[in-house]
Nanobody, 122 residues
Framework: QVQLVESGGGLVQAGGSLRLSCAAS????????MGWFRQAPGKEREFVAI????????VYAGSAKGRFTISRDNAKNTVYLQMNSLKPEDTAVYYC???????????????WGQGTQVTVSS
């Protein structure tokens, strides 16, 4: 069993930056692909970014490309999402998740965190 805990969310002005962290416990996630998703009020959960188990491969949603960077430190069992040039439309609850496969569909993920709120003011 894997427990995931996100942190680093908060309130930031448009154009600002935040760094989200996702700490895993229970077992190592070094063999899992790790993804970040987000869900805004009234909207479906959407894919943001994924990183392979080794960290060598990443994929981003179009909305995140060029602004967000996903990374991982397997020694610390932690995954990060650096978010720059934030926009009001980035406001959402951000979730990290672990998957046995390098896939972007939410159904492919076995473990989910509780989420951290990111609010970007204009």
């Amino acid at each position: 069993q894997v427990q995931l805990v996100e942190s680093g969310g908060g309130l930031v002005q448009a154009g600002g930056s935040l760094r989200l962290s996702c700490a895993a416990s229970g077992r190592t996630v070094s063999s899992y692909a790790m993804g970040w998703f987000r869900q805004a009020p009234g909207k479906e959960r959407e894919f943001v970014a994924i990183i392979s188990s080794s960290g060598g491969n990443t994929v981003y949603a179009g909305s995140a490309k060029g602004r967000f960077t996903i990374s991982r430190d397997n020694a610390k069992n932690t995954v990060y999402l650096q978010m720059n040039s934030l926009k009001p439309e980035d406001t959402a609850v951000y979730y990290c998740a672990a998957s046995s496969h390098f896939r972007i569909g939410a159904r492919e993920y076995d473990y989910w965190g509780q989420g951290t709120q990111v609010t970007v003011s204009s």
